[in-house]
């Protein structure tokens, strides 16, 4: 199984300010989606084959790394971003997603 | 516009059985894999269970592997999650989730928004 490990758990940060999330994978991978999830409802895709926007999503969402070393930033924070993101990979069975990065504000 | 509504969740003891539906509408449904997701109460996002837009592959959690049974039916554009033998430890929102292909590609672009199962004695 691969294993996904996110970092920081936590992030505190002000509207307005750069957002960096890692996630990193137990065995290279080429295949890793992106979500975050506000309280209450359901997660929503974000970023796709490491650095692909889904459909609507706005461009300060940015995907990028590769191998076992992957980033989401988020270059100016905005109130609706808050949440909470979680990476995952698609490259082999069993599908497995990080423990995910609450991003709170500062 | 993608819809997809999940429903059959509720309380049901230890050994218990119980199964979820995911009805689904604005898209071409058998052109698409469908999984199901679940999230223990203030955990994350844990993968399930995966079914080919044909439903002829189907992939398991080791943690539900001959408990749970995924299928679908493409006439009713509903998926299904048949889940036996349930534990505490099942206790989760499950989310049923679109896929971006029929088969591989499997991140998920369209979400649920999620049944409860509870289980407890």
């Known amino acids: 199984e691969i294993v996904m490990t996110q970092s920081p758990a936590t992030l505190s940060v002000s509207p307005g300010e750069r957002a960096t999330l890692s996630c990193r994978a137990s065995?290279?991978?080429?295949?890793l989606a992106w979500y975050h999830q506000k309280p209450g409802q359901a997660p929503r895709l974000l970023i796709y084959?490491?650095?692909t926007r889904a459909t609507g999503v706005p461009a300060r969402f940015s995907g990028s790394g590769s191998g076992t070393e992957f980033t989401l930033t988020i270059s100016s924070l905005q109130s609706e971003d808050f949440a909470v993101y979680y990476c995952?990979?698609?490259?082999?069975?069993?599908?497995?997603f990080g423990g995910g990065t609450k991003v709170e504000i500062k | 516009e993608v819809q997809l509504v999940e429903s059959g969740g509720g309380l049901v003891q230890p050994g218990g059985s119980l199964r979820l539906s995911c009805a689904a509408s604005g898209f071409s449904f058998s052109s698409y894999a469908m999984t199901w997701v679940r999230q223990a109460p203030g955990m994350g996002l844990e993968w399930v269970s995966t079914i080919t837009g044909s439903g002829g592959s189907t992939y398991y959690a080791d943690s539900v592997k001959g408990r749970f049974t995924i299928s679908r039916d493409n006439s009713k554009n509903t998926l299904y999650l048949q889940m036996n033998s349930l534990r505490v430890e099942d206790t989760a929102v499950y989310y049923c989730a679109k896929g971006r292909a029929a088969a591989g590609s499997f991140y998920f672009d369209f979400w649920g928004q999620g049944t409860l199962v509870t289980v407890s004695s």
């Open positions: 065995q290279t991978v080429t295949n």
């Open positions: 995952q990979q698609y490259n082999k069975w069993p599908l497995t």
């Open positions: 084959d490491a650095s």
